[in-house]
Every structure is written in structure tokens, then in C-alpha cells.
């Protein structure tokens, strides 16, 4: 899903439960307003906890010796903070639940009988 199509779904879901009351403008404006905030939340290494949806942290990774792939050289990784996400319980379950191959398998389909028995 990209930028554009979470705008197209949240106006859609807004119009759908308080009328046409905004444009896809508007919406596109509250989505890029809402990532902003996610990104200058964790450019000040600060942690983000949606309730029902997961939890932005910054996490350190140690310095690690990596391999240049091209002459197989050690060469040292340097500590760096990254971001990460965590998906709460509900989204866990939600996506669990969604899942194609988590569902009950289907009975085999019956073999055609073979040839020259019939």
C-alpha cells in the first residue's frame, strides 16, 4: 500500500462514517502532518506508542565487523541507532487471524481414477 492509497482509504473511511466533510487534500495534508510527527519523534529518539497498533523505538545497534563483498576485507560497522516497530498484541492477533495459511487446511481433492480402470 502506498501514501496515496492510505489517503484514498482514510477518506473513504471518513466519508463513509461522518459524511463528505473532507477533501482528499485535507486528508493527504493530515497523513503527511501525522508521519511527520512519527519522524521527528524518532529523529529526537523518543519512542511512539499507538494503543491497538504498535509501539516506533529506537534501537542502538552494536558495532560489528562486516565483510566488503567485493575483496571479502573485514571492514568494521560503526554503532548506530536505527528505528524499529513493534506490533501490539491486537494488530498481532489481527494479522494472525488474516493469515491464508493459518486457516484450516482444505480435504484433499479425490484423484481422478487411473488410466484404463474404468
Excluded: H, W, Y
Excluded at 482509504?9 to 503527511?32: E, L, Q, W
Excluded at 509501539?55 to 562486516?66: D, G, S, V
Amino acid at each position: 500500500m502506498t501514501k496515496a492509497d492510505l489517503v484514498e482509504n482514510v477518506t473513504a473511511s471518513i466519508a463513509r462514517t461522518a459524511g463528505p466533510m473532507i477533501s482528499k487534500k485535507d486528508c493527504a495534508r493530515v497523513v503527511d502532518a501525522f508521519l511527520d510527527a512519527v519522524k521527528d519523534a524518532l529523529r529526537d529518539q523518543k519512542n511512539i506508542e499507538i494503543r491497538g497498533f504498535g509501539t516506533f523505538k529506537i534501537r542502538r545497534r552494536k558495532t560489528r565487523m562486516a565483510r566488503n563483498p567485493r575483496t571479502g576485507e573485514p571492514v568494521e560497522v560503526a554503532a548506530r541507532p536505527v528505528p524499529v516497530f513493534k506490533p501490539s498484541k491486537e494488530l498481532r492477533g489481527l494479522v494472525a487471524d488474516a493469515d491464508p495459511e493459518a486457516q484450516p487446511a482444505q480435504p484433499p481433492a479425490q484423484e481422478p481414477p487411473a488410466f484404463g480402470t474404468l
